[in-house]
């Protein structure tokens, strides 16, 4: 079964407003999370590390203040689109490392935004 | 900084053919090589990962191979399926960190 729950799933919303979307990692606490996005027909992207207590830290070119990452406990990352405009319409995806032994890491299975 | 190219970008074969897809990376600093199935709108299901220190991995159909001095890594498929029709992701671990390939759009016609 998932190791790992994303949601939602997909949402839609209108410009100008915020989404946030949730990680959790269900059997196993998870100090680091991973945020990717994957715009149509690209591969996926690493948007930013979410630390547990700690800022997250962004990849080159990603603005930190409208993609807002909050890891607040060992099992729960969320990510905040701020403001969303249809350019941030896209595949959100989280993971995390299962850190106990050489697993993969586990993915949710990703949140499709569609800003309108 | 780590790039990964896939090659072919998409591939449309008969069942029943046994097919190969490229990876290749620029630094060899790796923990792991990973491949990933995508379906269309879909998440990603793991299929194989090599550690830095493995040649290779099997999985029914399925063997990847790894070598970090080149820079490379294939995922074979053995008798390819209608079913097996997807975009195959490869990814180096640099830390947890996955840096993605472009992926290979595979279709496999009855």
């Known amino acids: 079964g998932a190791v790992v729950s994303q949601h939602p799933s997909w949402v839609i919303c209108k410009s100008g407003t915020s989404v946030k979307i949730e990680c959790r990692s269900l059997?196993?606490?998870?100090?680091?999370m991973f945020w990717y996005r994957q715009f149509p027909k690209q591969s996926l992207m690493l948007m930013a590390t979410s630390n547990e207590g700690s800022k997250a830290t962004y990849e080159q070119g990603v603005e930190k203040d409208k993609f807002l990452i909050n890891h607040a406990s060992l099992t729960l990352s969320t990510l905040t689109v701020t403001s969303a405009h249809p350019e941030d319409s896209s595949f959100y995806i989280c993971?995390?490392?299962?850190?106990?032994?050489?697993?993969?890491?586990?993915f949710g299975n990703g949140t499709r935004l569609t800003v309108t | 900084k780590q790039e990964v190219t896939q090659i072919p970008a998409a591939l449309s074969v008969p069942e029943g053919e046994n097919l190969v897809l490229n990876c290749s990376f620029t630094d060899s600093a790796i923990y792991n090589l990973q491949w990933f199935r995508q379906d269309p709108g879909k998440g990603l299901t793991s299929l194989l990962l090599?550690?830095?220190?493995?040649r290779e991995q099997t999985s029914g159909r399925l063997n990847a191979s790894l070598d970090k001095s080149s820079g490379r890594s294939t995922l074979y498929i053995a008798a390819s399926q209608p079913g097996d029709s997807a975009t195959y992701l490869c990814a180096a671990d640099q830390g947890g960190k996955l840096i993605f390939g472009q992926g290979t759009e595979l279709s496999v016609k009855p």
């Open positions: 993971s995390a490392p299962r850190q106990v032994d050489n697993s993969p890491l586990h």
């Open positions: 059997d196993f606490q998870a100090t680091t």
């Open positions: 090599i550690q830095s220190s493995q």
